[in-house]
């Protein structure tokens, strides 16, 4: 049996990485990290947890993915407010890390627009490198059901990121 | 279905995710952000801990230090839920408010299903399997001699394929319709908030949501998993005047991986084909009522509007009445589908017979019936045998439904008849 503050420093850098693909804004990250941990909190009084790094990622995704679409309809910060501070001395040129911020930027919106169960598994899948199965247990669904959801995310996003980038490149 | 991600390693999401992985790359949790998170351990709390409702948990003796500071830590914690919504958070991560409106948000995402029918009237059950298609395509496993149906409502195609016979019947749906039982356009047809709940129930292990959607005559009860969001089992009960069908559907699968040729609407090799519509009358015009021209004895008298009294009457008598129209009023001699399908093979090649739109319209309804009749556990009656229109000796076909039997005449009349007035089954049933 682990310690809650076992589970808090064990996992606190994979949630605050799964926050942070999604949230520049670090009060917002911040906040959604308390509300990964309270949710977590809450829910291991409800049901056993079987495997921490899936619930969590799966939890914090969806408080991340929740907080984007919050911020998108407000049109607020997601587009408006990048802090890039921590990588910036990684980037090498000027135009190169506008382009990719774009990159990061249409991505994050466009899965925003997704099913919130394409958007779960897309995310856990290409970032938190989950193996279906875990994807699938922790969604409750099977792991073919999770492959399934996987193409259509793909297929969507490909639709809605290509034209994006086909427009910027032609202004 | 392809599944292969790499096939497009080079295009503009694989750059996206590129993007995303290298600048979003971070290190270390600021010190401050992870104090917050360690202050919900300050309780000594452990995990996974014994299921105990706050409630309880400070009905003990205050008066102690410990029992003080639980309760202010159950307030704290309380506290910290509700200042970050997490009520709201758990409710759409666990369990959605309206599992009925999830379930149909769900249900619509799904591409493809198979699950178990059971067809219960008046208590005779038949059973089968079905895969669907949300694009409309649908395979019915019937088992035994009944065989398969293939439907392709995007085309109007549907073929029996009966493997005793090694024959595949080939046939037009009316227009695009879809198998009354199509999970999916049933989906489709149900607003999110029409399911009423009904409880909680355990069906199949799991803990269900219960939800009923009430439409005129008919009921439709969903059982459905607040976790996966999907249905566990459906019903659909019609109550009719003479008595109530169930159509239950349960065992789902869904989006399982299908093997195609199971779903290839097509005949396959090794079977003979039968087409119940002939190729040509895409083309043909609508016959005139008056289609002695064309060689075609109407038949006189037998022609009158029988009082059909539902589609499968109509169905069973416009087929007989065409087949003695075209053959000076004689019957077929029995209704198997290789008899119908040499009756309409027959008819589609003689270029006296212009009615031939009607006549792939009729052998297909006939078709309909005795495949619905078929899933029942019933099938159609016949004693036309050596018989003719208007040959005033009665009953020349019947079946039954629930607990009504239909006749239809030899004037092909139609009416319901008392259990002693069915005639003895014709030899060899």
């Known amino acids: ?57 799966r939890i914090a995704t969806n408080q991340a993915l929740d907080r984007l679409r919050s911020r998108a309809r407000e049109r607020a910060r997601v587009t408006h407010d990048h802090d890039f501070g921590q990588t910036a001395s990684r980037l090498p040129e000027p135009v190169a890390v506008a382009e990719e911020r774009e990159l990061v930027d249409r991505l994050r919106h466009a899965v925003t627009t997704l099913p919130k169960d394409q958007a779960e598994a897309f995310w856990l899948a290409t970032f938190e490198s989950l193996p279906h199965a875990e994807i699938g247990a922790s969604l409750g669904i099977t792991a073919n059901h999770v492959g399934v959801l996987l193409h259509r995310a793909r297929r969507a996003l490909q639709s809605l990121i290509a034209p994006s980038i086909r427009a910027t490149q032609e202004s | ?102 379930a149909v948000e769900q249900v619509r995402k799904m591409s493809v299903v198979r699950f178990v029918a059971e067809v219960n009237s008046a208590g005779t059950v038949s059973r089968f399997t079905q895969i669907q298609t949300a694009a409309g395509v649908t ?44 999970l999916f356009e049933c989906f489709e047809a149900i607003a999110p908030n029409d399911g009423q709940p009904q409880g909680r129930e355990r069906v199949d292990g799991i803990e269900t949501e219960v939800f009923k959607v009430t439409q005129g005559d008919s009921t439709q009860t969903f059982w459905i998993n607040p976790v996966t969001r999907l249905p566990v089992r459906m019903t659909h009960r019609f109550n009719m005047p003479d008595g109530a069908m169930t159509f239950t559907m349960k065992d789902f699968e869904w989006d399982p991986e299908i093997d195609p040729a199971l779903l290839a609407v097509a005949v396959p090799e090794g079977y003979a084909r039968s087409d119940l519509n002939p190729a040509a009358q895409a083309a043909e015009k609508p016959a005139a009522a008056d289609d002695t021209a064309a060689g075609v004895n109407p038949a006189g008298e037998a022609a009158k509007e029988p009082a059909a009294a539902d589609k499968f009457t109509t169905a069973v008598v416009d087929f007989l009445r065409l087949c003695s129209e075209a053959d000076a009023g004689r019957l077929p001699d029995d209704l198997s589908q290789a008899t119908v399908a040499a009756i309409v093979n027959r008819l589609a090649a003689n270029p006296k017979f212009a009615d031939k739109t009607r006549l792939g319209a009729a052998a297909g309804g006939l078709f309909g019936v005795q495949i619905g009749l078929g899933m029942t556990g019933e099938k159609l009656h016949y004693l036309g045998k050596g018989r003719r229109a208007n040959d005033g000796k009665g009953i020349v076909a019947w079946y039954t439904v629930g607990k009504t039997t239909t006749a239809i005449n030899d004037d092909f009349s139609t009416r319901t008849i008392a259990p002693n007035e069915v005639p003895a089954l014709p030899k060899g049933e």
């Open chain 2, 139 to 182: 395979r019915l496993e019937m088992g035994g001699d009944a065989g398969v149906v293939l439907v392709d409502s995007r085309v109007g195609t549907m073929v029996h394929l009966v493997p005793a016979e090694r024959m595949a019947f080939v046939s037009k749906t009316a227009g695009a319709d879809r198998p009354d039982q199509d």
């Open chain 1, 1 to 57: 049996m682990d310690s809650w503050q076992t589970i808090v420093e064990t996992h606190a850098g994979l949630v605050w990485q799964s926050i942070r693909r999604f949230i520049d804004h670090e009060e917002d990250a911040a906040d959604c990290f308390q509300e990964t941990f309270a949710a977590a909190f809450a829910a291991s009084n409800r049901q056993p947890v079987r495997h921490w790094p899936a619930f969590l990622a």
């Open chain 2, 1 to 102: 279905m392809s599944l292969n991600h790499h096939a497009d390693a080079a295009s503009p999401l694989d750059r996206a995710i590129e993007a995303t992985r290298r600048l979003t790359a971070v290190s270390n949790v600021p010190h401050h952000v992870i104090a917050r998170a360690r202050s919900l351990a300050e309780s000594g709390h452990t995990v996974p801990r014994p299921v105990e409702p706050a409630q309880k948990s400070v009905a003990g003796p205050l008066g102690s230090g410990r029992n003080r500071r639980t309760l202010l830590q159950i307030a704290l914690t309380l506290a910290l839920l509700v200042g970050v919504g997490i009520a709201a958070t758990l409710s759409g991560l666990l369990q959605p408010t309206s599992a009925f409106a999830a």
